[in-house]
């Protein structure tokens, strides 16, 4: 799948890390990367990006004309261009280094609830997950060791909040969306059931150590407002398991940003994931994980067991 789609404004962000060992800032428009001057080498986080800091206080400007961002790009001598973006796609990060919370929402689909043996819910279920175990494009993914456990791949989309929100309507709740995120909500599904069955939390099933997927590519919302219809695809050792678009999400993601913000207060740098679609696979030590969705580029992982690194 192409980074962006033929439908799709043609950019996106994303964090360099530099031979020098400091992150940069950049951005892809129309397959071409460009380096960004930041204010502060290495100050780039998601509460900073969701703010507007960091030399990006002129991006609400930009955002509108991609062919704008391209004569800025070209007219600053600071601006870096590093070429196609292929020639930098390995040295990535994930999107997010210190996000605010991140909320998570389950069942928000409601082929994935029946696929699972779940009816759907009228209110999406609510988790959350630790930013300390976010790992980027390449990383592995180190799962534990025991036989007979289930390890679940399910990709999603996720979205950066901009604003203090609590109460508010999809419409405000739109306004507030910063922008969009692949992730993949790596599960130990094994754990979920037992947690399930005990009437427990299923903090543990959701928060493996280091097993937290994130894209490298941040889409700004006013370039893509309802990201439903983007196309996705995930491959276990190369055969197409999940592959489709969001479409069958039982509500919009600013309802739903809008209903979390009625229990729970976000803030300006908070990351919600909003639930995967049906065909969530089952994975093994040895597997090869590869996700992607459309201008949000790709990643891959493999899985590996504590104690075969």
Known sequence: MSLFGNETPAMAWFRLRQSDGTVGLCVCVHEMAYKVPLPQAGSFDGIAFARGHCGLEALAGWLSSPDLLCQVAGNLQEWCELGPFAAVNNRTLPALVHPGKIVALGRTFPAHAKEMGNVPVKEPLVFLKLSENIVGAGDALVIPSPTGERFDNEIELGALINADLHDVDPKRAQEAIAGW???????????????KASGAPWHLAKNLPRCFPLGSFFLPMPIMPDPR????????????????????????????????SSKVPLRAGDFVALGTPKGVTTVSPGDLVETSIESLGSMSHKVTSEGAQ
């Not at 995120?181 to 947690?195: C, H, K, P, V, Y």
């Not at 219809?229 to 055969?239: D, M, P, T, W």
Request: aromatic content about 10%.
């Open 181 to 195: 995120i692949m992730l993949n909500d790596f599960t130990w599904r094994s754990e979920q059931g037992r947690a």
């Open 229 to 260: 219809s983007l196309g996705f695809c995930c491959r276990i050792n190369g055969q197409i398991v999940q592959e489709g678009n969001f479409e069958g999400m039982g509500q919009s993601p600013s309802e739903l940003i809008a209903w979390l």
